[in-house]
Nanobody, 117 residues
Framework: QVQLVESGGGLVQPGGSLRLSCAAS????????VGWYRQAPGKQRELQTS???????NYEDSVKGRFTISRDNAANTVYLQMNSLKPEDTARYYC???????????WGQGTQVTVSS
């Protein structure tokens, strides 16, 4: 059974940075596409960025140039480096394995990111 555990969220001031981690058991990240999603209060969960097995990355326009997704194969962990954070980045962040553009694993608890002064 696939288990995903997100961590690294917190409260940060606008312009600050955070690094999120997504650790997995039951699946090998390096052979799967993995994405970071976020869900703000009252909104749907949306994919923000993803990384393929070959290391290719994609970003939504709203985070392009500020967020960086990466993967540590030895640790079976995917990271999300978030810089120049804005209040509109406030959300709960989740990771998931993606196949055919669909998240396939059970969602973890996510990690809360709050950007506020």
């Amino acid at each position: 059974q696939v288990q995903l555990v997100e961590s690294g969220g917190g409260l940060v001031q606008p312009g600050g940075s955070l690094r999120l981690s997504c650790a997995a058991s039951g699946i090998i990240f390096s052979t799967n596409a993995v994405g970071w999603y976020r869900q703000a209060p009252g909104k749907q969960r949306e994919l923000q960025t993803s990384i393929t097995p070959s290391g290719s990355t994609n970003y939504e326009d709203s985070v392009k140039g500020r967020f960086t997704i990466s993967r540590d194969n030895a640790a079976n962990t995917v990271y999300l480096q978030m810089n120049s954070l804005k209040p509109e980045d406030t959300a709960r962040y989740y990771c998931n394995v993606i196949r055919w553009n669909i998240p396939i694993a059970s969602w973890g608890q996510g990690t809360q990111v709050t950007v506020s002064s």
